[in-house]
């Protein structure tokens, strides 16, 4: 088999996972997963947009929260035409806010939430935001929970990218979460049938390469690093945070993620979170798009706005990864001297998987304690001083 046939096989089994992926070669290439149907566009409008979400928490049951999610997703289709009006033509990038469908799990289990809110790969859903990217002639980010059929009873935060065809072409699968299930909790299991390379999927399009971070993930740097090592130049993160004036850790990280990895990062936060315990204020406002340089270039106040909208100038940022000097750091990473340190382990994989290697589904409970145990291991080999 040669490298080309190499590429295609690792390709297409990107796609049977739901995900393209960019990896490397043993050439040391980047084989691109391509949406090239088109020629690229060197610049163009990206929209974070800032919109509610309408909660399915009191939902009495699966019934009640998919007709919820399907009003959710009539309403956000009326603020995408109307936002494309306003901003023009140009505008071919929407980003939208973390569990935009549904909000996130309260009081529910696991298994409730799943078998309440998840929604399923094949889901109807998927079509009615296609129809929108079709109708808007926009590629679409979003996030949400999704059932796994190899993971019954578990459901994955899910963040995918739908082209202006209305085609999933992108799903990648949170990797960090305090307290929801992730593949590197049934790592083993997960790599056996999805492969390596659906952990960081990338993909290529006419509005460059893109890929997706789920909100916390921004916090931490290794997660956009290894998407922009594969190739990714364009982070969509899709967030439902606590904004603040004030500079919180994540809108800090925004512009690190950027400046570090020559690249924009265009975040979505949630407009409010509506018929819900939760205060529906606490996680509104703030949705901006950051540039390769680390500026912020548009930013959204409070409640729902499409304020965060913003040329993306991909021919401006390759040119500036592909110019030496100094600020080009994303050129002289020197991976080789931290490969010992990232070979030991932290919050340990697989923690979800039983001795016979099936998956489990857990208590809440499970999360805490297993962080509790990192704790108490970092305590012992002295990684972190004793109070």
Known sequence: MNEKQSVRRTLLKGLAGGSLALPFSAAGQVALGADMKSKSLERYQALALQTA?????????????????????????????SSKVFVGSQLRLVVLPEYFLTSYPQKETIAAWTAKAAIEQDGAEYGQL???????????CGNAYE????????????????NDSGTLILRYRRLISMYGATPHDVLHRFKEIYGEDSL??????????????????????????????????????????IASPRLTPKDVAKRARAYENVAYVISA????????????????????????????????????????????DIAGLRH???????????????????????????????????????????????????QQRVIQRLTDTGVIADE
């Open 200 to 241: 960081f999927p990338v993909v290529d399009t006419p509005l460059g390469r893109l890929a997706s971070v789920a909100s916390e993930e921004i916090l931490f740097p290794e997660v956009s690093r290894a998407l922009a090592l594969r190739g990714a130049e364009v982070l969509l993160h899709c967030s439902s945070e």
């Open 269 to 312: 936060n949630s407009g409010g979170i509506l018929d819900a315990d939760i205060p529906s204020a606490s996680a509104d406002g703030m949705s901006k798009i950051v540039d390769y340089q680390g500026e912020v270039r548009a930013e959204a106040g409070s409640g729902e706005s499409m304020a965060a909208h913003a040329e993306i």
């Open 130 to 140: 296609g129809r929108i990217c079709q109708d808007a002639k926009i590629y679409l």
């Open 147 to 162: 059932s796994d059929p190899n993971f019954p009873g578990l459901c994955f935060q899910v963040c995918f990218i739908l």
């Open 320 to 370: 500036k990864r592909a110019t030496p000097g100094m600020f080009n750091i994303f050129s002289r990473q020197r991976l080789e001297l931290f490969a010992s340190t990232y070979a030991g382990s932290v919050y340990p994989p697989n923690t979800m998987l039983d001795a016979g290697g099936q998956p489990f589904v857990p208590e809440r409970s499970h999360f805490l304690n297993t």
């Open 53 to 81: 979400c309408q909660a399915v928490n009191r939902c009495a049951n699966r019934e009640e929260a998919q007709q919820r999610i399907s009003e959710n997703i009539a309403r956000i289709r009326g603020q995408i035409m």
